[in-house]
């Protein structure tokens, strides 16, 4: 199971990408295949504001459906299309091309991009996994 | 997991195959090898293989064997010829369902009765008591039982079993031999394709399995791309039954269900001579019509209509129904669902999608008719 370690994590098993201002979103490849085939991604609109730990979205497998958590503050600037007519991406690539989208994040007095307390570290997300079996 | 799960016989197969398990009635079972969808799309355009050795066969046998089953299940045992199988229910006295059944007739004085998993243990117990005359075992241990469903289920199949499969009509079975081992085989299933029920001792399960397999594998009529005959879980035996608007115990039927709210009244025959368990109830309940009714909906949003939503009347948005099943179908590309609804509601409805409403429209079951595909 891949679990890259440039990215953070939550306890939700969303993923998290800083570059700079914008926090790139998904679901782990763990999630991604307990899940099962995705059918549907609803993801927050363009411009809306998301808080961390809150749910701002779902994502439909054949069995079940599971709250999308935001793992950051801040206004949603983009969200992945393609999801719309591949939601099977999330599968295929929960890392890459199934990204789900991209929050503008402020930053903090010193410049660096503030995130939340509690999201997780690489190995933090892998001992979570694994403790879950 | 509980170290109290039961194993099939084929859970070596499931692990080499790197199955996804779950825990379902008690058994430790496939729920997909790989994507669920793949599995149901193989079954609908080619052939796919089910370990199915969970389910509870259970053998009545002695010269008055289908005068007791008839009494104790809604159907007409007895009236069946040796060879043939049918789709059944036993009802409690009040009418409400404790299980629905197939019923195998393979021999005069034998019947295998096929009863869920969930409901093994109290259909023989049941059984023990209705049929007091005759002798009723448990086979369910020592029987593995392996599904080939789909249209090519027939040409793979041939080669390995020494019965002439164009002999074996639509619910019907016969003994034989698949892979050199004993087998009752039955052309039954739970797809909505034509297939096959291998019923087979518990010993030569995986040597059937991997014969299958292969043969699947030599014909090239397993798959696309020449991948071999796919196994395929759980997921897709619901998603696939769910299609072929079949009931699921715990779903659309239940003890507080009788047959006739679930579409089913056929397999209530008010007309065999004698008594049977729950006659009284469902006489009087076929007199006065059924208080609900099972339904199809087809949802117009791509959310998905899941087991317990509420159904909500199109007007005034109050609940006239539950949904019983619900899944995203890979047939149609939508979300689709039976539900109960209160008899005389119209459609189209509203689902209760967690808290917001979402419309789905009311079509005939079943939602996919291998008959009607071109």
């Given at each position: 199971?891949?679990?890259?370690?440039?990215?953070?994590?939550?306890?939700?098993?969303?993923?998290?990408?800083?570059?700079?201002?914008?926090?790139?979103?998904?679901?782990?490849?763990?999630?991604?295949?307990?899940?099962?085939?995705?059918?549907?991604?609803?993801?927050?609109?363009?411009?809306?504001?998301?808080?961390?730990?809150?749910?701002?979205?779902?994502?439909?497998?054949?069995?079940?459906?599971?709250?999308?958590?935001?793992?950051?503050?801040?206004?949603?600037?983009?969200?992945?299309?393609?999801?719309?007519?591949?939601?099977?991406?999330?599968?295929?690539?929960?890392?890459?091309?199934?990204?789900?989208?991209?929050?503008?994040?402020?930053?903090?007095?010193?410049?660096?991009?503030?995130?939340?307390?509690?999201?997780?570290?690489?190995?933090?997300?892998?001992?979570?996994?694994?403790?879950?079996? | 997991?509980?170290?109290?799960?039961?194993?099939?016989?084929?859970?070596?197969?499931?692990?080499?195959?790197?199955?996804?398990?779950?825990?379902?009635?008690?058994?430790?079972?496939?729920?997909?090898?790989?994507?669920?969808?793949?599995?149901?799309?193989?079954?609908?355009?080619?052939?796919?293989?089910?370990?199915?050795?969970?389910?509870?066969?259970?053998a009545?046998t002695?010269?008055?064997?289908?005068?007791?089953?008839?009494?104790?299940?809604?159907?007409?045992?007895?009236?069946?010829?040796p060879g043939?199988?049918?789709?059944?229910?036993?009802?409690?006295?009040?009418?409400?369902?404790?299980?629905?059944?197939?019923?195998y007739r393979q021999s005069?004085?034998r019947f295998l009765?096929?009863?869920?998993?969930?409901?093994?243990?109290?259909?023989?117990?049941?059984?023990?008591?209705?049929?007091?005359?005759?002798?009723?075992?448990?086979?369910?241990?020592?029987?593995?039982?392996?599904?080939?469903?789909?249209?090519?289920?027939?040409?793979?199949?041939?080669?390995?079993?020494?019965?002439?499969?164009?002999?074996?009509?639509?619910?019907?079975g016969a003994y034989?031999?698949?892979?050199?081992?004993?087998?009752w085989?039955?052309?039954?299933?739970?797809?909505?394709?034509?297939?096959?029920?291998?019923?087979?001792?518990?010993?030569?399960?995986?040597?059937?399995?991997?014969?299958?397999?292969?043969?699947?594998?030599?014909?090239?009529?397993?798959?696309?791309?020449?991948?071999?005959?796919?196994?395929?879980?759980?997921?897709?035996?619901?998603?696939?039954?769910?299609?072929?608007?079949?009931?699921?115990?715990?779903?659309?039927?239940?003890?507080?269900?009788?047959?006739?709210?679930?579409?089913?009244?056929?397999?209530?025959?008010?007309?065999?001579?004698?008594?049977?368990?729950?006659?009284?109830?469902?006489?009087?309940?076929?007199?006065?019509?059924?208080?609900?009714?099972?339904?199809?909906?087809?949802?117009?949003?791509?959310?998905?209509?899941?087991?317990?939503?509420?159904?909500?009347?199109?007007?005034?948005?109050?609940?006239?129904?539950?949904?019983?099943?619900?899944?995203?179908?890979?047939?149609?590309?939508?979300?689709?669902?039976?539900?109960?609804?209160?008899?005389?509601?119209?459609?189209?409805?509203?689902?209760?999608?967690?808290?917001?409403?979402?419309?789905?429209?009311?079509?005939?079951?079943?939602?996919?008719?291998?008959?009607?595909?071109?």
């Amino acid at each position: 199971m891949s679990v890259p370690a440039e990215l953070r994590y939550t306890e939700e098993h969303e993923w998290v990408a800083i570059d700079g201002e914008t926090a790139s979103i998904g679901i782990t490849e763990y999630a991604a295949q307990s899940l099962g085939d995705v059918v549907y991604v609803s993801l927050p609109g363009v411009g809306s504001r998301v808080s961390a730990g809150e749910p701002c979205g779902e994502v439909e497998s054949t069995k079940s459906v599971s709250d999308l958590y935001s793992p950051v503050d801040g206004e949603v600037t983009e969200v992945n299309e393609e999801l719309d007519d591949d939601p099977g991406l999330v599968n295929a690539e929960p890392y890459g091309a199934g990204w789900m989208f991209r929050v503008r994040v402020a930053a903090g007095a010193d410049g660096e991009t503030a995130l939340p307390p509690g999201l997780l570290s690489a190995a933090e997300y892998e001992e979570l996994t694994k403790s879950a079996g | 997991m509980s170290s109290q799960l039961r194993d099939t016989p084929l859970r070596a197969v499931h692990e080499r195959l790197g199955a996804t398990m779950t825990e379902f009635a008690g058994w430790l079972m496939p729920l997909r090898y790989g994507s669920e969808t793949a599995e149901h799309n193989a079954v609908r355009s080619a052939a796919a293989l089910f370990d199915l050795s969970h389910m509870g066969e259970i053998a009545v046998t002695g010269p008055g064997a289908g005068e007791a089953l008839d009494y104790a299940v809604c159907g007409w045992p007895s009236a069946l010829a040796p060879g043939r199988a049918r789709y059944t229910m036993l009802c409690a006295p009040d009418g409400g369902v404790v299980d629905d059944l197939v019923i195998y007739r393979q021999s005069p004085d034998r019947f295998l009765v096929v009863a869920n998993a969930a409901n093994t243990a109290v259909v023989l117990a049941e059984l023990r008591e209705r049929c007091s005359g005759s002798a009723v075992a448990d086979e369910t241990a020592a029987t593995g039982l392996i599904a080939i469903q789909g249209p090519n289920a027939s040409r793979i199949l041939s080669p390995v079993t020494d019965l002439p499969l164009d002999g074996v009509r639509y619910y019907a079975g016969a003994y034989g031999k698949v892979a050199g081992c004993p087998a009752w085989v039955a052309r039954t299933g739970y797809t909505g394709e034509d297939g096959f029920e291998i019923f087979c001792p518990a010993e030569d399960a995986e040597r059937v399995w991997t014969a299958l397999t292969d043969a699947g594998d030599a014909s090239g009529a397993g798959g696309a791309g020449g991948a071999g005959l796919p196994a395929a879980g759980l997921a897709a035996r619901d998603t696939l039954r769910l299609e072929a608007g079949m009931p699921l115990y715990g779903n659309e039927l239940g003890p507080d269900v009788t047959p006739y709210e679930a579409g089913l009244g056929r397999v209530v025959r008010l007309d065999k001579p004698g008594d049977f368990v729950g006659r009284a109830a469902l006489t009087a309940r076929a007199a006065e019509g059924p208080r609900r009714t099972l339904i199809g909906l087809v949802a117009r949003s791509r959310r998905v209509p899941r087991h317990g939503y509420a159904v909500l009347s199109p007007s005034a948005g109050t609940r006239v129904g539950v949904v019983t099943s619900g899944a995203p179908s890979p047939t149609l590309g939508v979300p689709i669902a039976m539900a109960y609804v209160e008899t005389g509601a119209r459609g189209p409805f509203g689902i209760d999608v967690r808290g917001k409403t979402e419309p789905a429209d009311v079509t005939e079951l079943p939602f996919y008719d291998r008959s009607k595909q071109g």
